[in-house]
């Protein structure tokens, strides 16, 4: 059903200008599976030449695009929610081989995805500018009255990342073409495949020749001179910090909105309930191997109270499976690549040559990570501050809750953070002061529900997501003066 993507030795096409084209460099990258090393396919290595063509697409699509109605926008995102649920298991055997998705989490993402197209339609029908009366103004006499309105920004360049490679570029595609912008999609090298067969889904959808456009390519030929095109009026960006930081200084005055890293601490008071802790901490810790900017990636607990919770922490690891994705009840999948384990790994060695102490885990098969717990890690320790993306979680012993605030603020990240307490007093006390987007009281740390605002701060984002943020985010208020004789 897919067969137009793929040509022979399954190598990709690109959907340009409503065609799925091959790469006039006849460069491919090879993508591999985490699980073992099998190329699953080959998408096209394209060359800068070939990013101004699909840009060039997009621009010339984007007048007419933006004069279709908002229903009849809305109308194609309905239908392409649909037929993305009618392709679940394609599309599950797709996130397993790419990105090595255990079924259960796959399946999810595609069905939150559709939800997240669904409420992105619903909710764009109701998104309104506003009238302004001069006269509310001190001291202005003036009759005069502003209609507020608001426009598409134009070209939209959507930038996802591998980890949630359906439903991160379906959260950036949606709500931009339901706001009348047209989009390039230049998935992660690895989540290409399936940012590739989303496209397709959007295009069955009925969105018209060159309103949607892919790119593929290696970051270092072609990511600096992508995001520095200046026909690119928006750039949606998820991925690391550093890269992140390193769009936000060569981009110069187009509009960000960016979901970069976090380390995402899970702050545990003494008057918590320990089983609701350690159950939401596993979770939000080791689920997918770790490998999500909102999974909890320490946990600071008060002194009194942390041989229990460790304890009980230690208990629920115990019983992770760890394996190949497509066996059932896996939760300790191989990370992305081999990279990826080094590094996690390389934050493992610090943490045990400084002396913390090795709870469970440190053990390593190739790009498999077993689910690792420290116990008492030190703020002189790489694992305290660094982001693994990986199946490892160091706890932390304070004294009280403000050295658990102390020590979360420190971080270069503010994405969110948890507490759990059965006070509310102190739930407040301690969400009012932590630096972050998001707060969970009693829950892990988490994304959604997606029409939640969704954001970080300092190097963890710049501006706000969840459904109606991110359609305000890809339109511009334009303000028209009416002049009224008296």
């Given at each position: 059903m897919f067969s137009n993507l793929v040509g022979e030795e399954r190598k990709f096409r690109n959907l340009i200008n409503g065609q799925w084209c091959n790469s006039k460099s006849q460069k491919f990258i090879e993508i591999r599976s985490p699980i073992n090393e099998e190329v699953v396919g080959r998408v096209p290595a394209m060359t800068k030449e070939e990013v101004d063509e699909v840009i060039k697409v997009a621009v010339n699509a984007k007048e007419k695009w933006r004069e279709t109605p908002i229903n009849e926008r809305a109308k194609i995102l309905y239908r392409a929610a649909d037929i993305l649920q009618e392709r679940i298991v394609d599309l599950s055997d797709i996130l397993i081989r790419e990105v090595a998705k255990d079924r259960k989490s796959a399946e999810s993402e595609i069905n939150r995805t559709a939800d997240f197209i669904r409420f992105t339609a619903d909710t764009s029908k109701s998104i309104y500018g506003e009238s302004i009366?001069?006269?509310s103004f001190p001291g202005f006499d003036k009759k005069k009255l502003s209609v507020v309105v608001r426009e598409p920004m134009g070209v939209v360049l959507a930038i996802s990342p591998f980890n949630y490679p359906i439903n991160l570029s379906a959260s950036k595609i949606a709500p931009a073409l339901v706001a009348g912008n047209t989009v390039v999609l230049k998935p992660a090298t690895k989540g290409s495949l399936s940012g590739l067969y989303l496209a397709k889904i959007f295009q069955e959808a009925g969105i018209p020749d060159g309103v949607l456009n892919t790119v593929t390519g290696r970051g270092s030929e072609i990511g600096d001179y992508i995001v520095t095109h200046p026909s690119i009026d928006f750039i949606n960006f998820t991925g690391s910090s550093e890269i992140g930081m390193r769009i936000s200084k060569i981009t110069n005055m187009v509009p960000l909105l960016m979901e970069l890293g976090g380390k995402d601490a899970a702050i545990v008071l003494e008057d918590a309930d320990l089983d609701l802790a350690a159950r939401n901490i596993v979770e939000g810790a080791y689920s997918y191997s770790g490998q999500r900017c909102t999974a909890v990636k320490r946990v600071l607990v008060e002194e009194n109270?942390?041989?229990?919770?460790?304890?009980?922490?230690?208990v629920l690891v115990e019983n992770l499976k760890v394996g190949n994705p497509?066996?059932?009840?896996?939760?300790?999948?191989?990370?992305i690549d081999e990279n990826a384990a080094n590094f996690v790994w390389e934050l493992i060695e610090d943490a045990r040559n400084k002396g913390a102490h090795l709870i469970l885990g440190a053990k390593r098969e190739k790009n498999i990570i077993y689910p690792t717990l420290f116990d008492y890690v030190?703020?002189?320790?790489?694992?305290?501050?660094?982001?693994?993306?990986?199946?490892v979680l160091p706890i932390i012993r304070v004294k009280d809750k403000d050295e658990a605030i102390r020590i979360a603020n420190e971080s270069q990240y503010g994405l969110q953070s948890s507490v759990f307490t059965n006070n509310l007093d102190n739930a407040f006390y301690v969400a009012d002061k932590l630096e972050v987007g998001s707060v969970q009281i009693n829950n892990k740390t988490e994304r959604?529900?997606?029409?939640?605002?969704f954001l970080g701060v300092k190097s963890s984002g710049i501006g706000v997501q969840g459904i109606k943020y991110s359609i305000e985010a890809m339109t511009r208020r334009k303000g028209i003066v009416i002049n009224l004789k008296k």
């Open positions: 009366q001069s006269d109270i942390a041989d229990k919770l460790v304890e009980k922490i230690k497509e066996e059932e009840g896996v939760s300790i999948v191989p990370l030190t703020t002189d320790m790489r694992l305290a501050w660094e982001e693994p993306f990986g199946p959604g529900p997606d029409h939640f605002p």
